[in-house]
């Protein structure tokens, strides 16, 4: 394992409320089977199901997320933390903590009392799980991202995130439907083990692999899913209100979680990284779905003054890091700065250009301070079938679990068809993703050369320069 800076692409299923890689395990490319024939997930030890105490080992309320990663630290002792989800045994807390009982036999989420990380440990670690198979010849690596090192030891980029069960009903669905002889799964619920012994009977690895792969590069019929959580919300560029102008969206640019990239104005996509939280409780506008501490949007320094960039920063209540919604009347309102309510967040030269950085400006009632929020974004569902159903197995372990035994046997014998391609390598996925991210000398500041500002009495700092 390399330990210089690396980049790459990674897979996990996870709580649908979260994204990224934060306090979760996590695989490479090859634990793409270890997700559908479920090495990597799910591990059964010693004959425990450990299913029902983790979340991510269930189909419903997860997501399947694909998700850009960068690691600028990795654990010097090539260590790797057992991370646990919200609701899973050991863990209590409203969010995922790790552990530092690090062996394969304590890998696992049912055991009270074990020993969590909090920050103590932030390099990234990685091994490959005991027992796991190659893939194609390539080992099965397994991270793990403390929430701690977020920002700094690793950073997230983009995500591509799918609705567990909207996947497996189309599995459901590739499988002939599962509604006859042995396999007549009607009116259960997609948790119920019918289901995935049908789709095991059904649909051999590579079928299953070359199907999600066929969702993922589906943004019609699989959009990104968003993060469902209370408070989420796009915060919309409002400007003059006019019937037929683009959408756009504040964004953290690029999806870089690394402390100090910019919040921008962008195209409205449904990625995360337009997705915030922000109620009047303690008042920070934070991405959604990030584990605890989060990242939020930061007036740099604290200092307030016209011109003054936005940023994403570690959340530490501070009063840089609290924003407040002055409603306009109109469908509209302006962010005022905690720190003084005579500065607001503003679209510099209210030019809605992708890529045009925000910044703190004293508030001027125009245009170009003018926002608009869009309660519960991207959390429409493909379907619900899921939830038609009235039979639901109560604390069941989900099939998602078992069908690591199902299919392990196969599992290294794999091969896919000599024209596969992963989806993230199709010529118009990397396009779409990468119409998303800023080009060369973006995100900056969109406004005339010698432009002054508008007309405000609040002066521009010293040491301030208008970028053209």
Not at 77 to 85: A, D, E, K
Not at 382 to 395: F, L, Q, Y
């Given at each position: 394992m390399a330990k210089a800076q690396t980049q790459f692409t990674a897979l996990h299923v996870l709580n649908a409320k979260y994204t990224g890689p934060a306090n979760k395990d996590l695989g490479n490319e090859g634990c793409v089977v270890g997700f559908i024939a479920y090495y990597c997930f799910g591990q059964t030890h010693k004959g425990v199901n450990w299913g029902k105490w983790n979340s991510e080992e269930h189909?419903?309320?997860?997501?399947?997320?694909?998700?850009?990663?960068?690691?600028?630290?990795?654990?010097?002792?090539?260590?790797?933390?057992?991370?646990?989800?919200?609701?899973?045994?050991?863990?209590?807390?409203?969010y995922y903590r790790c552990n530092t009982w690090t062996t394969e036999d304590n890998d696992n989420c049912h055991t009270p009392n074990l020993p969590f990380n909090d920050g103590k440990i932030t390099a990234v670690g990685a091994k490959v799980p005991d027992g796991s198979k190659p893939v194609g010849g390539e080992k099965?690596?397994?991270?793990?991202?403390?929430?701690?090192?977020?920002?700094?030891?690793?950073?997230?980029?983009?995500?591509?995130?799918?609705?567990?069960?909207?996947?497996?009903?189309?599995?459901?669905?590739?499988?002939?439907?599962?509604?006859?002889?042995?396999?007549?799964?009607?009116?259960?619920?997609?948790?119920?083990?019918?289901?995935?012994?049908?789709?095991?009977?059904?649909?051999?690895?590579?079928?299953?692999?070359?199907?999600?792969d066929q969702a993922y590069n589906d943004l019609t019929?699989?959009?990104?899913?968003?993060?469902?959580?209370?408070?989420?919300?796009?915060?919309?560029?409002?400007?003059?209100?006019?019937?037929?102008?683009?959408?756009?969206?504040?964004?953290?640019?690029?999806?870089?979680?690394?402390?100090?990239?910019?919040?921008?104005?962008?195209?409205?996509?449904?990625?995360?990284?337009?997705?915030?939280?922000?109620?009047?409780?303690?008042?920070?506008?934070?991405?959604?779905?990030?584990?605890?501490?989060?990242?939020?949007?930061d007036l740099p320094g604290g200092q307030v003054y016209s011109g003054n960039p936005l940023w994403i920063w570690g959340c530490n209540g501070k009063a840089e890091q609290q924003w407040e919604w002055d409603d306009n009347g109109d469908g509209s309102g302006t962010i005022r700065s905690s720190l003084d309510w005579n500065y607001c967040v503003d679209v510099p030269g209210g030019d809605d250009s992708n890529g045009n950085h925000l910044w703190l400006w004293q508030c001027t009632g125009g245009a170009s301070q003018k926002w608009a929020l869009w309660k519960g974004l991207g959390v429409d569902?493909?379907?619900?079938?899921?939830?038609?159903?009235?039979?639901?197995?109560?604390?069941g372990v989900s099939w998602l679990h078992n069908m690591k035994d199902w299919l392990a046997d196969a599992g290294s014998n794999m091969t896919m068809?000599?024209?596969?391609?992963?989806?993230?390598?199709?010529?118009?996925?990397?396009?779409?993703?990468?119409?998303?991210?800023?080009?060369?000398?973006?995100?900056?500041?969109?406004?005339?050369?010698?432009?002054?500002?508008?007309?405000?009495?609040?002066?521009?700092?010293?040491?301030?320069?208008?970028?053209?």
């Open positions: 189909v419903e309320d997860t997501v399947l997320e694909w998700v850009d990663v960068t690691v600028n630290t990795w654990d010097p002792n090539g260590g790797y933390l057992s991370c646990c989800p919200p609701g899973s045994k050991t863990n209590d807390a409203e099965q690596w397994m991270y793990d991202f403390p929430s701690y090192g977020e920002g700094s030891t690793w950073t997230q980029g983009t995500a591509r995130r799918i609705k567990m069960s909207d996947l497996a009903w189309f599995w459901v669905d590739q499988a002939g439907g599962c509604t006859s002889g042995w396999h007549n799964c009607q009116g259960k619920d997609i948790e119920d083990p019918c289901f995935g012994k049908c789709i095991s009977a059904k649909l051999k690895i590579d079928d299953l692999i070359g199907l999600t019929n699989f959009p990104n899913y968003g993060v469902p959580v209370p408070d989420v919300q796009g915060i919309l560029y409002y400007g003059t209100g006019q019937p037929g102008n683009p959408s756009k969206c504040l964004e953290l640019s690029g999806g870089n979680s690394a402390y100090g990239t910019a919040i921008d104005l962008w195209d409205c996509n449904g990625l995360v990284n337009q997705a915030w939280v922000w109620n009047g409780n303690d008042l920070q506008i934070k991405l959604a779905g990030h584990n605890e501490p989060g990242m939020c949007l569902s493909v379907s619900n079938r899921s939830r038609n159903v009235t039979n639901k197995p109560a604390g068809p000599s024209d596969f391609v992963w989806h993230n390598r199709k010529k118009e996925v990397k396009d779409w993703y990468a119409a998303q991210l800023p080009g060369p000398g973006l995100p900056k500041h969109f406004v005339p050369e010698g432009w002054t500002g508008y007309n405000s009495t609040g002066a521009l700092s010293p040491n301030t320069v208008v970028l053209v």
